[in-house]
């Protein structure tokens, strides 16, 4: 079972566009990250989100925390194939030291 | 800083050799984790550390042992390589109480033939 399931799998847009990618679980998360990972390389991380309800902005980025701290949301204003990369939502329940991952998002931006 | 390196960076295994992957931070970070990343699988947990001298199963730990004798080093070791454990390898640290904000080696890419 994958605590969390990241939507969609896969995407390619034209620059210029905006795109949202979701995060989505049943289990409530104490914080929730959002990394970016290029080809070869490890995952680098983003942002960090901990309250429910929590808006953080990243120049076009703005990552989104559910109100009951279940899900998360990326949305990306005017992608630039800068953009191109594999999102991936990590999470951390309760005190655990474990952060479990989601299997990604695989984002294309063409110009 | 150099952050977490990792070595090698590409490696080729026969099935039933031994190895160990290399990892090491410069950031004084007490945990460290190594993961695994297989296409449509993301990232799963392999073993954890939270300090010199202690170390702990993470959600595919069968293969792989660990040890941690530095707050830098944490080396995993693949006693008998099977063609499952090709995959690529993550050593990932960071600071006690920073909301599992980790920082990411370069990654090992192992394949058992």
């Known amino acids: 079972t994958q605590l969390l399931e990241q939507s969609p799998q896969f995407l390619s847009i034209q620059e210029g566009e905006n795109l949202t990618v979701y995060c989505n679980s049943s289990s409530v998360f104490s914080s929730l990250q959002w990394y970016r990972q290029e080809p070869g390389e490890g995952p680098v991380l983003l942002v960090t989100?901990?309250?429910?309800?929590e808006v953080k902005k990243l120049k076009r980025l703005t990552f989104q925390f559910g109100d009951a701290r279940k899900d998360s949301s990326l949305h990306i204003t005017a992608a630039q194939p800068g953009d191109t990369g594999l999102y991936l939502c990590a999470g951390a329940r309760g005190g655990s030291e474990k952060l479990v991952f989601g299997k990604g998002t695989k984002l294309t931006v063409n110009p | 800083n150099a952050g977490v390196t990792q070595t090698p960076k590409f490696q080729v295994l026969k099935t039933g050799q031994s190895m160990t992957l290399q990892c090491a931070q410069d950031?004084?970070?007490?945990?460290m984790s190594w993961y695994r990343q297989d296409p449509g699988m993301g990232l799963r947990l392999i073993h954890y550390?939270?300090?010199?001298?202690?170390?702990d199963q993470g959600e595919v730990p069968n293969g792989y042992n660990v040890s941690r004798s530095t707050t830098e080093d944490f080396p995993l070791r693949l006693l008998s390589a099977a063609p499952s454990q090709t995959s690529v390898y993550f050593c990932?640290?960071?600071?006690?109480?920073?909301?599992?904000?980790?920082?990411f080696g370069p990654g090992t890419r192992l394949t058992v033939t």
């Open positions: 550390s939270v300090g010199a001298g202690i170390t």
């Open positions: 950031m004084n970070h007490e945990y």
């Open positions: 990932a640290s960071r600071r006690q109480g920073a909301r599992n904000e980790q920082y």
């Open positions: 989100v901990v309250t429910g309800g």
